[in-house]
């Protein structure tokens, strides 16, 4: 599963249908009442997996006991 920002997707779409004919824009606005029917996921939190994190392959800062890394930090690309 990817989490996305759809507020974001929306906006992005919007921008991109604009000037469209009438079918297109109707499609736009079915698709965002569809979307804004499916729950969000208030919990959610961006992960950094130990390959893209600025710490792999030196002293782990921040792994637990439960399996996450609480310190973890995207390495720069």
């Known amino acids: 599963m990817k989490l996305i920002d759809a507020d974001a997707f929306l906006t992005w779409l919007g ?3 604009s000037g469209e004919d009438e079918t297109v824009r109707q499609w736009f606005g079915s698709f ?3 979307l804004k029917r499916f729950p969000a996921y208030g ?14 392959g030196q002293e782990c800062v921040g792994f637990g006991a439960d399996g996450y890394c609480s310190e973890a930090e995207r390495r720069k690309s």
């Open 32 to 34: 965002e009442r569809v």
């Open 15 to 17: 921008e991109q249908t």
């Open 43 to 56: 919990d959610a939190a961006a992960v950094v997996r130990c390959k893209d994190c600025k710490y792999f």
